[in-house]
């Protein structure tokens, strides 16, 4: 099963004395007899710890009464419009999460004193709905979102939630708002999950309230006239992450600090900028994606590397998809036309010393991004320490190894290929 990876909660109460209740109103019950208490470390008043996780059973729709008109597919940019509803769950220390809510797409109403204004307690995703040929409607990989957007809550000491519940809420979600999925090749609904805290008392600590909300918005393809290589900039003068920081998770306070370096990137003539480390400048990601460099060794081997996940990367769906789909090519378990015969896997440090050599031996074969909003993106040349690295890249703007994973990725998300990737929305 997809969603076998992640914790699921109980279906049902584990007595069989209660056998004949509905669970809801067991477990109702069973906390309002509880004397589980515990003691806020820093008010020192007394807080339950028998708080409540997600129930998808106590979801209640509100629907808009003004239904938007739906954007031309042509003019679509990229987080400009978004659909008629949201998902809203509340939680507090106190009692756990809310009963779930579909309400129309509204302002949220905050305290000017809420701690995500002024300590970034916010932590969000990127996902992405499909709507088939056959009228299908999947997600893409969700189980790994949760996993990844409970590790970032834990790191900002915000309250988790059962993956899977969430994922059932955002499925009602889509559901409703399918209408928003565009039908065009290389279109899809964006889906925007977020995590912030909302007390309104100034202090670092932990909240005591939070939001969890998402919010959709139709996506057109990344490269509408088809793909163009970039152009980078290799940045030395900032850092992304640093060891034992936060590099590794998707926070929002990751993200404001770079739109320095990338306006530097911009002026300087290049698309994005490539982050460096240390003074051996190891490549680390490229903008907000991941990054993969394709290497021919003296043997003819093909190696695709992609750094290591030290602490200081984020750990990108479509990173570890592209890594699956290479490493199944190499075992045998699913070759990829088009995907070199001698090929090796490799997640690894690598400088931009090294990326240099390889590019004036000959040895470069290609080297390009990867993320949610993008899938595949190759990289023309990099500017480095005054002058430009140049990358091999193909007629049609791809290399040999991005073209087929692409085609592959693409065909999965679209439902053109069948796989256990892909998580039924609705048919």
């Not at 209660?18 to 004397?35: E, K």
């Not at 710890?49 to 106590?58: G, H, K, Q, R, V």
């Not at 809420?169 to 399918?178: T, V």
């Amino acid at each position: 099963m997809l969603l076998s990876r992640l914790p699921s909660a109980p279906l049902r109460p584990a007595t069989t004395s209660s056998a004949r209740l509905p669970w809801l109103v067991v477990t109702a019950a069973r906390r309002y007899m509880s004397n589980d208490v515990g003691v806020d470390s820093t008010t020192g008043e007394a807080i339950r710890t028998d708080s409540a996780d997600i129930e998808p059973s106590l979801l209640t729709i509100t629907r808009t009464m003004a239904p938007r008109e739906l954007p031309p597919s042509s003019k679509l940019l990229f987080g400009r419009h978004f659909s008629d509803h949201m998902l809203k769950i509340r939680w507090t220390e106190a009692s756990g999460w809310d009963a779930p809510s579909i309400e129309p797409y509204a302002p949220l109403s905050i305290l000017p004193s809420a701690t995500v204004l002024h300590y970034a307690q916010a932590i969000f995703e990127g996902m992405k709905a499909y709507k088939h040929p056959t009228g299908t409607v999947t997600m893409f990989r969700p189980d790994m979102n949760m996993e990844r957007m409970n590790t970032s809550a834990r790191r900002l000491a915000l309250p988790t939630f059962n993956g899977n519940a969430f994922i059932e809420c955002m499925r009602q979600l889509i559901a409703l708002e399918r209408r928003w999925i565009p039908t065009e090749p290389g279109h899809s609904l964006y889906i925007r999950p977020t995590l912030i805290g909302t007390n309104g008392t100034l202090g670092v600590q932990p909240p005591t309230e939070a939001l969890l909300f998402v919010i959709c918005s139709p996506a057109g393809p990344y490269y509408p006239q088809g793909f163009k290589p970039v152009p980078l900039y290799g940045t030395t003068e900032y850092i992304r992450a640093a060891p034992g920081g936060t590099g590794a998770y998707k926070l929002a306070a990751n993200y404001a600090p770079g739109v320095m370096a990338q306006k530097m990137a911009a002026k300087a003539g290049y698309a994005q900028n490539l982050w460096l480390h240390g003074p051996e400048h190891y490549l680390t990601e490229v903008g907000t994606m991941n990054l993969f460099v394709a290497l021919k060794g003296e043997d003819g081997v093909t190696e695709l590397v992609s750094p290591p996940l030290d602490g200081m990367i984020l750990p990108g769906v479509t990173r570890d998809s592209v890594l699956t789909l290479a490493r199944n090519h190499v075992s045998g378990k699913k070759r990829l036309p088009g995907l070199p015969d001698k090929l090796k896997v490799s997640e690894r440090p690598i400088t931009m010393g090294e990326v240099k050599t390889a590019a004036e031996t000959g040895c470069l074969v290609e080297l390009f991004g990867t993320g949610t909003a993008c899938v595949v993106t190759p990289v023309e040349k990099i500017g480095y320490l005054g002058s430009d690295v140049v990358i091999p890249t193909g007629e049609d703007g791809m290399g040999p190894l991005s073209r087929p994973l692409w085609t592959e990725l693409t065909g999965i998300q679209t439902g053109e290929i069948e796989s256990e990737w892909n998580f039924v929305v609705t048919k």
